[in-house]
């Protein structure tokens, strides 16, 4: 009956989450180049892309903490506070949707910034039990190629949309 339910969940769910991504202004990340897998309760995110921007401007993007509910759908606050040694402490609230479905999330991160080329992202505390990331940057002419990483374990696991869901999220 559970898989039944999940299988029925799965068909109602990802029509509409993938019209929703298809009309998402800004959507400049084409979903092929996101992969994750699944390792026991945690995902393994990977994504390489190249960004049509300088290096300075990618890495401005990436650490607008304070600005990130204006460019992030999920995101409803975000606020920063600047720790010592290049570290930031990030606190971020939001609501991800999936279709007819929404779960509320929060995150307290610490954040290393090594500029202009890296950002790794420990969670401290929120709604998932873990979470780590690394963005790595590199200029190629005008371009930025960008390198991300991330751990996830979250608190919940959703059977068969959980690899689906993430990355949609990333």
Known sequence: LL???????????????????SHSPGFLIR??????????????????????VRIETAWQVFTDFANMPRFSPSLEASKATLLEDGRVRVEQNGTAHFGPFSMRFESV??????????????????TTKAMESWLR?????DVTLVEYRAEITPET???????????RET
């Open 157 to 167: 696991l959703i059977p068969l949309l959980g690899t689906y869901l993430v990355k």
């Open 137 to 141: 940057l590199r200029a190629e002419d």
């Open 109 to 126: 991160r610490e954040i290393e910034l090594t500029p202009p080329r890296e950002i790794h992202s420990r969670q401290i505390s929120g």
């Open 3 to 21: 898989r039944l339910l999940v299988s029925l969940l799965h068909l109602a769910v990802l029509p509409a989450v993938a019209e929703e991504a």
């Open 31 to 52: 979903p092929d180049e996101i992969h994750v897998t699944q390792r026991e309760r945690t995902f393994v995110i990977s994504l390489d892309t190249a960004a049509p």
